[in-house]
Every structure is written in C-alpha cells, then in structure tokens.
C-alpha cells in the first residue's frame, strides 16, 4: 500500500508542472494576459519577441501552449500539420471573433510529430 501511495505521488509531483513567466526574455505571463492582442501588450513585447524567436524552434506543441496560452486560432493543414496563430494587434477580430482580420500575427507552424519548425510574421492567417 506504501508503494501504490509513493507512485502516485510521484505521478502528481512528475504531472504538474509551474507554467513559466519568462521564455528567455520574453515575459510570457503579459503575452497571455492579452488574448487576441487586443489590449495593445503583446505590441510592446515584439522587441524580446524576436531575441526569443529562436529558441522556439524544436519546442513541442504541448510546451507552446503551455509557454504562450492557448493560440488565437489553430490551423490544421495537409500532411497534419498546424499553425498556432497569435493576433499582436487590436483588430476586427476582437469585437467579432467569427470575422476574418487581417491584424499583425505571429504564426508558428508545428510538424506533424508536433515540434515548431518555424515562426513567422503576417497580417492575418497565412
């Protein structure tokens, strides 16, 4: 009984993990706060943005949602591949989420293993 207890100790313990503040100089915890980027932050993080923009390359789909919230939209392309797409600026799409903007957007394409293999930087969707 001391066995089945300390295993499913440690399974909670391995299981949860701290969402992170910071992915490198990026505060993650402001860029989550702005959904859909329609309060104007996300804006004013482009700068740590990109020195960050390189270590996002190889992170898994589950760690990216983790590290910057869940995406504004999520695509789903051929060969099961994704995009998650983060709007940086106010636009339609903050008054009427059913409407197609054509705001500044990051886009991270995810393989179909489920790993960032690039970020890139649009008005809209691509």
């Not at 390359?57 to 990216?64: A, S, Y």
Request: aromatic share 10%.
């Amino acid at each position: 009984m001391a066995r089945i207890r300390a295993l499913l100790l440690m399974i909670a313990v391995v299981g949860c993990y701290a969402v992170p503040d910071k992915f490198g100089t990026l505060d993650v915890a402001k860029w989550r706060s702005d959904r859909g980027g329609c309060y104007g932050i996300r804006a004013t993080l482009l700068t740590d943005f990109n020195a960050s923009r390189q270590e996002f390359k190889g992170v898994h789909v589950n760690d990216l949602g983790g590290i910057m919230g869940r995406p504004d939209i999520n695509m789903i392309t051929e060969r099961n591949q994704k995009f998650y797409i983060y709007f940086l600026e106010k636009g339609i799409h903050c008054d009427d989420p059913k409407q197609k903007s054509l705001s500044r957007s990051v886009a991270f394409r995810i393989s179909a293993i489920g790993l960032v293999t690039e970020i890139t930087f649009q008005n809209g969707t691509p």
